[in-house]
């Protein structure tokens, strides 16, 4: 099934009636702000020595510990690049109902769309453990 490009508008609205919002920014993007009700799994973090962002090991072992594979998941990040890369390879991994968020958080806070404060990854993550 192919991924479908959702505007900020309608990705809320995709929510407000069941969907699950998945932001793929990093932790250090996320905590400050994201759209009300997004949980965290970064496609990407920062190395905890040097800084620099690597792939985020476990963003797939997370999504699918997470997420049965026919879950409708709303895939966000800042402007829309890294969204729409989590999206393939979650429909790779077999997931049917995958959107992307053309535009991401910027577009979403200038819409004026709900957004919230606050850690979303470790809850995720720690079910895999």
């Not at 040097?50 to 049965?68: C, E, H, K, S």
């Not at 004026?112 to 606050?118: D, R, W």
Request: proline content about 9%.
């Amino acid at each position: 099934m192919p991924i479908i490009a959702l505007s900020v508008t309608d990705a809320h609205a995709a929510c407000t009636n069941g969907a699950t919002l998945v932001d793929v920014r990093s932790t250090p993007e996320f905590d400050p702000g994201h759209p009300a009700g997004a949980l965290n799994v970064p496609l990407l973090e920062p190395d905890e020595d040097t800084g620099v962002m690597l792939p985020n090991p476990d963003f797939v072992r997370v999504m699918q510990a997470n997420f049965p594979p026919d879950t409708p998941l709303v895939i966000s990040c800042q402007t829309g690049g890294r969204s729409a890369r989590a999206s393939q390879m979650l429909e790779a991994f077999g997931y049917t109902n995958v959107s992307n968020v053309t535009g991401g958080f910027a577009a979403w806070h200038q819409a004026g769309l709900p957004t919230a404060q606050g850690d979303g990854y470790s809850d995720l993550r720690d079910r895999c453990s």
